[in-house]
């Protein structure tokens, strides 16, 4: 049985309660979530309990991280050390986003390593190996990825970012939208080209139900893909994102009916001004689905600086409803990731989201800050690192900037001890 059809049946899982204790809510909050279709909880029947998140409505927001070998770099070392990372870090869920070397393997590592849930793009290991057995991607055929599906969800994976909303209504109205930016989706551009060359359907799509069966089988949490997505805040709001979202509502429904959990991808750059109308249709078309965003990147013009821009962006969608948050790296639209870049697109996605939740007064969000505004007034060092979201850095900053627990900017003279004499706040003896 899904969580969907245990919590419309009434039942309590180890699950449920397992996220209600984490996020400080009643569990029949979470299971009348799951039940109505506005929360997911990402998990496999194939894997052994580990850190749940769940992901939506009256939830804390969460953050993904993405890592994964590629023809250029196949060092599984190196994302060993990246799931490490944003595991410290505190990113709720990761991604294996592998399109090089040994695409099985480093799947099966990460889901024996990995402490919260993992999330991959079977489309992208069929097209790979399309090229390697039939010579073209567009030789690729439909039984290629439902078998790469189901293989994915035989290893335990918990969530499947699955290009399904794409069908010819969608390409037609991306030929008379005069985009920039075409088809950015790895995965989009992959099924687009498929269909063109082919002259037929998206399997994804056509074949919905056959891929309903094996998410159900498993209870994998599909993640509706965003293969029409603007890859520029030029082409944001236009017909053919509308299109996409159309019918990604439509499969929604489908999904939910079944007992299917279901999360949907939505755009990367998007303009400040289009974001809380972005958030407002998915809500309203998409059935209250957790919306999963990448970025938004909230301008074009910073490469090199697109964790920046990304949680610009992500910290206002989070607080007009996106529930789960993709980090973006300084390499973006650059190249890949080092394990430092890693590292700050994580720390930029994680302050992002905890902006958003205060925004939309997440209690735990609340006390947090002021627990750090409290440690501030009394120059307690500790405290202020162990409630920081990057304490090494922060670690690092106060053990050479406080001496004697002496602000380094003002000094004696800090403005909070000044003020803190005449307020009768304790302070600390130097």
């Not at 993992?118 to 992208?124: E, F, K």
């Not at 159900?216 to 996409?244: C, F, H, N, W």
Request: include cysteine.
């Amino acid at each position: 049985m899904t969580l969907v059809l245990a919590a419309r049946s009434g039942k309590i899982t180890p699950e449920m309660e397992w996220v209600a204790a984490r996020e400080s809510v009643h569990v029949d909050l979470i299971r009348r979530g799951l039940a109505e279709g506005t929360i997911v909880i990402p998990r496999n029947i194939k894997r052994k309990q580990f850190n749940y998140s769940g992901i939506g409505q009256g939830l804390r927001i969460k953050v993904n991280a993405l890592i994964g070998t590629s023809s250029d770099r196949t060092d599984w070392a190196m994302e060993e050390r990246k799931l490490a990372s944003v595991e410290l870090t505190g990113c709720d869920a990761m991604m294996d986003l592998s399109t090089g070397g040994n695409i099985d393997g480093m799947r099966r590592l990460i889901l024996s390593k990995a402490n919260i849930p993992v999330g991959s793009v079977p489309i992208y290991q069929a097209a790979i190996e399309a090229i390697e057995r039939r010579g073209s991607i567009v030789n690729m055929t439909a039984e290629d990825m439902f078998t790469t599906i189901e293989k994915h969800a035989a290893d335990g994976i918990d969530f499947m970012a699955i290009h399904t909303a794409l069908n010819f209504d969608v390409l037609k109205r991306l030929q008379y939208t005069g985009r920039v930016t075409d088809v950015v989706s790895r995965g989009g551009a992959f099924l687009t080209g498929w269909m063109l060359h082919n002259g037929r359907e998206n399997p994804l799509y056509e074949q919905f139900d056959r891929l309903l069966e094996i998410l159900k089988m498993y209870d994998v949490t599909l993640s509706m893909g965003d293969a029409i997505r603007p890859g520029s805040t030029a082409d944001s709001l236009d017909g053919a994102q509308l299109e996409g979202l159309i019918v990604a509502g439509e499969l929604v429904a489908r999904a939910q009916a079944v007992g299917v959990q279901v999360m949907v991808e939505g755009p990367g750059h998007v303009p400040m001004n289009h974001i809380e109308s972005t958030m407002l249709l998915q809500k309203r078309i998409c059935h209250g689905a957790p919306y999963f965003i990448l970025g938004n990147l909230a301008t074009d013009v910073a490469p090199g600086y697109d964790h920046i821009t990304a949680a610009i962006g992500g910290a206002i969608a989070g607080a007009s409803g996106a529930a789960f948050l993709c980090y973006v790296t300084p390499a973006e639209h650059l190249g890949l990731p080092t394990e430092q870049d890693v590292k700050d697109g994580a720390i930029a996605a994680r302050i992002a989201a905890h902006a958003a939740d205060l925004a939309k007064g997440n209690k735990k969000a609340w006390e947090r800050d002021t627990q750090m505004a409290l440690a501030r007034v009394t120059s307690n060092l500790e405290r202020q690192i162990e409630l920081s979201i990057d304490p090494e850095k922060a670690r690092a900053l106060l053990s050479t900037t406080h001496k004697n627990n002496c602000c380094a900017i003002c000094g004696e003279e800090c403005a909070v001890w000044v003020a803190a004499k005449y307020f009768g706040i304790a302070l600390p003896i130097t």
